[in-house]
């Protein structure tokens, strides 16, 4: 009688499942390629940091993303940011945390913060649920209010490179000693990195001295895409 109360139906196909996820489903979630810039994540043929990455390091120190940016996952993190299917984040945050593998865990959890006129808009931060449960996992103090965003930037979407760098420039401040401390900074998306980037520059004037992005899905250059989303409306 216990297991049928403990049984699930996978989340995507609906059929019955002891996971979030069949095993069909699972594996046919997208993947990052495995030879992977360990700063920008994007494919690389040799070496551990691409080209881009060497000649101008970001201010963190490496990414880690679960998945790519592409349907289902799009779907799933959509429903949770813009339909607030808080149900959706523990399933998100398990598929990062398959990913961390954490030897030595980071002094501090940092979500990425949202404006106020958008928490409120929104009703909750997204990366701070997300958060709960990674800091959860590891018992690792999760820094809720260290980092503010102060400018109410535009949406990146649509924007290049450039543009996103000019776009986030002085969007986030932090007053907290962090000196010599390792950081993990946790996001939805990562699509080119330039918020991301921001947000480590503001956290080494601070004097962290190792930062970590720990993001959902990573969106590459041939996953930017609309797709459908209905099955998660």
Known sequence: MMQVFLQKNC???DIA????FCEPCYHSLPQLPANRCSNCLLPITASHRCGACLAKPPAFTRAIAALRYAFPVDALIHALKYRSNLAITPILAELLIEQLAISTPPDFIVPMPL????LKERGFNQAVEISRHIAKQYQITLLYDACKRVRD?????GLTWKARKKNIRNA???????????IAVVDDVMTTGATLNELAKVLRKCGAREISSWIIARALPESNQTLSRARFQ
């Open 115 to 118: 404006h106020p006129a958008r």
């Open 153 to 157: 930037t535009p949406s990146q979407t």
């Open 11 to 13: 989340l995507l196909c």
């Open 172 to 182: 986030f401040s932090c007053e907290m000693d962090l000196s010599g401390k390792h």
């Open 17 to 20: 499942s002891n996971r979030n």
